[in-house]
């Protein structure tokens, strides 16, 4: 039974997900065109003085109120059939719900000169998240979406770091990255995996590229779900075939 609830749960909470996301369009819209002069500000003035990245975004954090007043776009990954609510800011209970943007890097408006940082779990019961972020390789590509606009970024780096060890995150001047931050190894989370991104393609071929992976974890969520009851049909037919030759020998 337990096996089974952990093998469904991910594939339940993938088309819950995706089915959040699409009710919280209207919020999220207008949470992120709410913050776009702020958030243009701040990566101006952090392109003068360099990120100052939280220490360890999964050790620290204050409570950020409610999760649908910072909720400001998604992460697709279609490599992983994944989509990540994200969220504007950083806290242990926004972490339990997707990813989010850590303090003291940029926001992901697309700008030159910018350098954000995306994190989120690996292994939370029931979830994906970034459980599979090692997986990606150079060249694997992902979205990122803040309110109505997509870009995409393909991978050209994979570290793995001590959880305090934040020297890497470095803005580098004329270019916009996105780096993808989770904890490592499985289920033992001593260091930290980051795999930075650059941008690569144009907003309309980005939004097709979120469609696509949207598209592939809601196949990939169905299929596991089919596989499942496939397995469970079977198993209590098996179970039905015994009984009944029990019966048979008994008479």
């Given at each position: 039974?337990?096996?089974?609830?952990?093998?469904?749960?991910?594939?339940?909470?993938?088309?819950?997900?995706?089915?959040?996301?699409?009710?919280?369009?209207t919020q999220l819209q207008a949470n992120a065109a709410?913050?776009?002069?702020?958030?243009?500000a701040q990566?101006?003035?952090?392109?003068?003085?360099?990120?100052?990245?939280?220490?360890?975004?999964?050790?620290?954090?204050?409570?950020?109120?409610?999760?649908?007043?910072?909720?400001v776009g998604q992460v697709t990954i279609p490599k992983l059939a994944l989509v990540v609510p994200l969220f504007d800011t950083s806290s242990p209970a926004l972490l339990q719900e997707g990813a989010v943007i850590v303090?003291?890097?940029?926001?992901?408006?697309?700008?030159?000169?910018?350098?954000?940082?995306?994190?989120?779990?690996?292994?939370?019961?029931?979830?994906?998240?970034?459980t599979h972020l090692d997986r990606l390789?150079?060249?694997?590509?992902?979205?990122?979406?803040?309110?109505?606009?997509?870009r995409t970024y393909a991978v050209e780096r994979r570290l793995v770091v001590a959880p305090d060890q934040t020297d890497t995150l470095r803005i580098e001047p004329g270019r916009e990255l996105v780096t993808l931050l989770t904890c490592t190894p499985y289920m033992i989370n001593?260091?930290?995996?980051?795999?930075?991104?650059?941008?690569v393609a144009s907003a309309t071929t980005a939004a097709q590229d979120a469609r696509r992976g949207a598209a592939a974890a809601v196949t990939w969520a169905w299929a596991r779900l089919a596989a499942?009851?496939?397995?469970a049909g079977g198993a209590v037919g098996w179970w039905v075939w015994r009984r009944r030759q029990k019966r048979i020998r008994l008479h």
């Open positions: 039974m337990l096996l089974t609830i952990a093998f469904a749960a991910p594939a339940v909470n993938a088309l819950w997900t995706q089915q959040a996301l699409t009710m919280a369009q709410a913050e776009k002069a702020e958030k243009t990566n101006r003035l952090l392109a003068t003085t360099d990120l100052l990245p939280n220490v360890d975004v999964f050790a620290t954090g204050q409570d950020a109120g409610s999760a649908a007043t910072h909720l303090l003291g890097t940029s926001f992901p408006s697309g700008d030159p000169n910018t350098h954000a940082v995306i994190a989120a779990h690996n292994g939370l019961l029931g979830k994906e998240l970034f390789t150079i060249g694997d590509r992902f979205v990122v979406t803040i309110g109505t606009t997509s001593s260091k930290r995996l980051l795999v930075t991104a650059h941008r499942l009851l496939l397995v």
